[in-house]
């Protein structure tokens, strides 16, 4: 029998440097198989592969994380109820 999944957030706050305007720089959207070859490698790097890792790439203020990071949580829950 199956062990019931759950999600867990968990963040990895970074910064970056750059001499061009920021708004500019990530004015894009990623390009998704960049991204998910990143989910995998990190889940690889810091959960030994045995979890699901989601990204969410943006940048944002920091006293705008707690909002932004509420909302991704709700959405994927959200998205995820019911399923085992």
């Known amino acids: 029998m199956e062990k019931e999944k759950r999600m867990y957030p968990f963040a ?6 750059t001499d061009e ?11 998704l198989e960049a991204v998910h070859k990143l989910e995998k490698e990190m889940s690889k790097v810091l959960f030994d ?3 699901t890792v989601i990204l969410l790439p943006i940048a944002i203020p920091p006293e ?20 085992e």
Do not use: C, R, W, Y
């Open 49 to 51: 592969g045995k979890a």
């Open 64 to 83: 705008d994380a707690p909002d932004a990071i509420d909302t991704f949580v709700k959405s994927l829950m959200e998205g995820n109820e019911g399923e």
């Open 12 to 17: 990895v706050v970074g910064l970056f440097i």
């Open 21 to 31: 305007d920021p708004l500019e720089i990530q004015n894009h959207k990623p390009d």
